[in-house]
């Protein structure tokens, strides 16, 4: 059995019911979701041992996180119970014309207070085959970032492969560092990137012209980078969008068909399971095409469930390439 | 009044709402439905008497099934507790590209150990103007084909008018006998069946290449045949399909326009609802065309409706024949 | 701060969630909502003072339906307690091609019996910049339709500007006048009329074969009317609409684009919704062009809203005329 | 198969969900209800056939009314669709001090516009074994006091037993009779009457000191009348409430125990369960002490129940009175 | 009319729904509440204008409190917008001998964040006849300690009367001062003090053995106190309490009796409903005794009804103290 | 950390939400329970290594299940994916005088088709230190029974205390064998026994008139029997129930006081968390009496928790015990 370990904030998600806006709720709907633990969650679909590094306060919030986690198949063993609220994010579900919304409310987190240093991350990673992580945890606090440094480092010593997802958000990045001073040396531990033109300008400081370029410069610098991935997503509404996915290697260019998407039922969660669909392929060696395709296909599927994870068989998933998208299962 | 007698199976549908999964439901949502009790409701909507023979076991739950069915304007003077328990299905409903899916649980049901062996048929069926039966009872057991062969012969001695939904289910059919060895005795009883390609082939063990090879051997072998009727689906998603409906005499073909239906709010029961449609046309004494359009309306007017039944009026349903769909009615 | 007094009845509405139809509901939605009401929450939205003239019943329902005009941001000083009940209207929501229905139950309402009488008009209108009445108010009964001239009687006094919907309703118009009995009154009253050929029609006891021919007629005969404007609707389904708007004056025409909305949450309250965003648009002084567009922003931001009420920023309808429909924004 | 013909208004019952207060909710618990159909309804859970006279407004309204009718065992083939509304009442579920509060809205009802005045009912009461009225038919209006007389003169010439719950309301009355003008006439033909000393006194116009007096009046005045019954209910709280009963012939009085009832899910209907439990045990033949016995029983198990409705088997109820109360049942 | 400021802070409450605990729920009802606003919205029931002084994020949730306050009848016009995020509080509603539970999250939000400097409270204040505070504002940060203190000293200036809910809270004071050090100068303003023995040690830093002692203390101490109110609790469990309530003037002790409540449907707020009737009947020139038995009943009213807000009319709160607890109203 | 083996059957449970009676249900509220996996989660709660020992349907009910216990701290790790369906049970739940209904659904199940044939139990149990087992599983089926003695006696061999919940059920033990061919084998390798005379009686096929003898005879017969526990329960209505537990060794008998619950929100369960309150004292070497208050604490903090499952933490459940029984917690 292979096994994954990702490391992010999971927070507390709360929705308006029914297409309501946050006015007209009188009650709303509860998850938990983070980027990276909803990689994991949809890794462990499909089999993988995933072991998930976070931190949650030690009250009953923290452990209905915990709970929600174990629900999703994820190994619980490495969760800190720690000082600090739960991240919260409410997130107002759009239609039509009228976009989702979403409010975040995570400063003070116990994950933003943990930075893992007390734990000796070559032990933990010793039957690990994969580690990811996110843009989003250094962008959170310092001591995040020394934590995704930590185990990136001990990644980078057992030989493990690294993917990352840049995931660069404006609104973060607000504990005086500037994503250049952090992002590369963390990019420089990392084989596979998920990343567009406007995350490598933000994570590196730079004012590229075309993806192209960023591409060009990412190869040239990062010397273990094998693979950049990018989606491309076309909104035509809140409640239709087309997907295509593209891979590049130093020497290789893959693309995927175009999906259209109508309803949306939850647009939310739809990279990360993107993500995990793609080191699902890498991690089984499968070729770059098939892994691609995968991928995009579990972000098609993803929209069509509601809350943050992917959950779906990889026969699910496959009868999308295949073409057999919606016909009744008895 | 007219009256119909229908005969099969009624199961508890349990559905997560929301358009959840089933790992994250906490709820289900409750219904009954059964193939041809839907197509009764559907026909006591318009003002048919419609008497329905099934079997529950003596419990609370049989007893809400036959509430149900008088709810939906059903006699329920024929229905027999007995021994068994209540046939269930989990229905997931999905949504663009993620099918919806069934999961049957109705082995060793009451109706399963039905047969009306009991029952003076001829003295139930002397009111009666229309009897119509479906492929999945004779399917279920064969007691369930038993009491299927002995309301169509007091039929046939009574010279009364039976429809046959053929509607094949290869997850049936596990009692020992084939198909083919019981569906052609019932085929030979019916003058209307609604049935396609491959119904014709699993019933008749047969393996025609096409429709046409079907229904001449069909018209040739089963002397009170008067028509054959189907149904053409397109599925471009879960959300999203089309359909159209060809009805087939020895000398006529008659064909619908394609409606195009979009959302799909539940695409169970919309089979039932186009035989409830085409029976009232049939013995209202509409022409094949005007019976046939009315029967497809049906169907598409069900896939707006929740739950396994039709329900609505003959003039709602009519609009849609007359181009008015969708606008609001004050 | 700008001020605008609006007019008219407030009904409990009740819906059927999840699709049903009545008779499939246990529960029922509860909102409240009535045209003019729904023009003055829009408006509140962004910042103007609304005052609404109202009545309910003096018991919990009539003081539920204030609470929700106070939530709405709408000042609720001028609500009069009084005989009757509260209106009540029962809306199924439709989907693809059905539509949704609407039951009006609102005969003998507290609005009904109030005629406004022992009100100073001209003194609650002292600091009020603009009044909007609409063609339901005179429908419903003597009093209403007293009560609606009197404060535009009092507007005109004092020169404020008066927009009305003409709104006609052909299952009102139950007290023994004719439209053409009591319209043209309060029409010569009003600056600025929404209303297509038919309402002229059914409002002057007319025949025009033409919208222009209408329009002509109501310059000629109004002479306080500056502008008459309509919105066309294409109902492709009970979920898909297309829209556009179109203002004239004595020179000059003025349309927007045309719109496509699905799916559409909530279709009530869209012609409301468009009404806020006009009188919003010449309250403040902007084109007429400008002021056209954010009212079809408004309205086709509404179909994607719960409830009657048109809950959204100017900056979130803005971002509908600027193209960017549907993106999430966090 | 015994059979009983019950009459009077089914309304639609409008709850606010969870205790809340009626501004505070935002849906309401939807059910129907009216207390004679409730007495119908549970006679029908004991075998008793059970055919209701009342109207419906011919909407989507009534004929969901119509529909939940007969899902609780009723014959809905005396239901007139009619000119009118539907009957509406608001019902704020109390709990501790807080009592329970219902808003009546049943003005203009289809039934109060209903006399039955071109219905045979001889013919209608053939096979008709009982007949059961309550005061609030007559107080509703002149129409329906014509439809009562009209039947219980049709039952008194044809032999038939009638019961009546006399139930006088003071919100009622408000069509130009006071009740001593009708109520008296209807009495002269009922055989058992449910009523206080406040119902005599209200609806013969009368001022007796006791129930005694008013008792021996009654037994003196009514030559057809066979015995009077009471319920004496203790109000610790709105949750918490005692319960016995009491029946008086000319010559004998019977009690019942007291039953302490903790907590109350549902209050409204118990009256009705009572009556219905009566006509059960004097139908069946049981005795007085045995038939008033069930009669409580079934009003105590009523109060376990949501809804208007006991749902209840025989045995259920006879539990109650063999001291097993409350254990589970496997 | 009369008028009352209330201030403090008014946080988002999410419950799970049916007696689940945190670790069951899939969905929080919302609500908004806070000590002081609750004692507002008590009292603009009973017709009193009230300001409420508080502040949240300019955003959809803060919105959503304004819309909340608004709908419970409290005037706005007080409401900063500023940085920061919104008090949240999760509350577990516990039954029998589990106790309810609140984890509280509100660091960092817009109240704590608010001094008032900015504001001429004199000017505010001059239409208001009595101003409420209580010890959680002064608890929460520096600023609110601040803002308190501000709105006071003005009151004093005005001659208003002020009422103060001790309300020691150990969980708060975390902003590096203790109660001793501010909550004297408060007090040292405040006329009307609802607060026990234990409030009196923490504020003041004492060690009082006795309530007696604490009373006689603060009459010595704080010249403008006229009268110290405190409640008693039996608690039998979660769902069974005893109440009653006294009140001490220098020379007087007022009591009322012991009032029992099962089953407790919401026990929050119910100190909040208390301060709202005392201060009502002290407002209202009522006696001492009259205002204390009408603050115990509200204080008792409110255990019957969910959320943090005593929803209810003087007469209803009267039929408590007149010994009519839980009948029916129709 | 200590670890737990359990082994039984896992049910979907379906109950009606607001104390619904089934024919009321519109939808069924969704949860999972098993007399053991419930000892499980309740051990799992207080830091317990636990791995149930199950067998479900490889579908998505199955996997839901599992999901289910994952969530609820236990390891899957032993839960076999094997043919059959998942058993069910429908809980309608009571009140006052109305008893909770249960109906079992569960013939044919996955783990009634499961012997455990192909496990080595002496491996799985290497690190184990107690096993519990209750008297359900031999009664489902002859493979259940093989697979519990499978199990003991490995943990026999193994020296690993075993403790059974004997919990006769005369609606199972369908399959062709007596209890008392095949319980007392199981009792021989049992050290603590829950049990009451009835359950002796009919597990050994005996007819003992007291507890006494039947105790006496145990203690005589088993020679692993350390102590024998039962608990008694006084039902006063569905709502209101008083428990208490005993034990007796050889030597010593130890009682605890008597506990009144009232309300009880959720009666299933209550023994299996007063079993896993017993388990978890003896394992953690706490004296007999501590071990049966902590036991019975534990079964009435149930009685206040939806679901079959005790969430609680050992600081929760001693507060009942210290007499701190309902306060609220800030």
Chains 1, 2, 3, 4, 5, 6 share one sequence.
Not at 4 to 30: K, W
Not at 152 to 181: C, F, M, T
Not at 235 to 263: G, I, M, R, W
Not at 316 to 323: A, K, R, T
Request: hydrophobic share 40%; charged share 20%.
């Amino acid at each position: 059995m292979k096994s994954v370990l990702t490391l992010g904030e999971v927070m507390l998600r709360l929705s308006p019911p029914n297409h309501f806006r946050f006015e007209q709720a009188t009650s709303l709907e509860m998850e938990f979701g983070g980027s990276e633990a909803n990689v994991g969650a949809a890794l462990s679909n499909w089999g993988i041992h995933v072991r998930h590094v976070t931190a949650f306060p030690d009250n009953e919030l923290g452990h209905s996180a915990a709970a929600h986690l174990r629900k999703n198949g994820i190994d619980d063993s490495l969760i800190q119970f720690s000082e600090g609220r739960i991240g919260l994010y409410f997130l107002e579900h759009g239609a039509a014309q009228r976009g989702s919304k979403i409010i975040y409310d995570r400063a003070g987190s116990s994950f933003s207070n943990y930075d893992g240093s007390e734990v000796d991350w070559k032990e933990v990673l010793r039957n690990i085959h994969w580690v990811h992580w996110s843009g989003i945890s250094p962008a959170i606090s310092r001591k995040s970032a020394d934590l995704t440094l930590r185990i990136l480092e001990a990644a980078h010593e057992l030989g493990i492969r690294v993917s990352g997802d840049l995931n660069y958000r404006s609104n973060l990045w607000n504990y005086g560092k500037q994503p250049h001073e952090i992002m590369p040396k963390l990019m420089t531990l990392t084989q596979v990137m998920i990343a567009g033109k406007r995350d490598f300008n933000q994570c590196l400081g730079k004012d590229f012209e075309s993806f192209d370029q960023a591409k060009s410069f990412a190869f040239d610098t990062f010397h273990k980078l094998q693979m950049i991935v990018r989606t491309k997503r076309e909104v035509h509404s809140a409640s239709f969008n087309s997907l295509s996915a593209h891979l590049y290697t130093k020497d290789q260019d893959v693309s995927t068909e175009t999906f259209e998407v109508q309803p949306i039922i939850d647009r939310v969660g739809t990279g990360d399971a993107f993500a995990g669909g793609l080191i699902y392929g890498l991690l089984m060696d499968q070729s770059l095409e098939h892994s691609l395709n995968f991928a995009i296909a579990c972000s098609v599927f993803k929209h069509s469930i509601p809350g943050d994870i992917l959950n779906g068989t990889v026969e699910e998933i496959n009868e999308i390439l295949q073409g057999n998208s919606g016909a009744i299962k008895r």
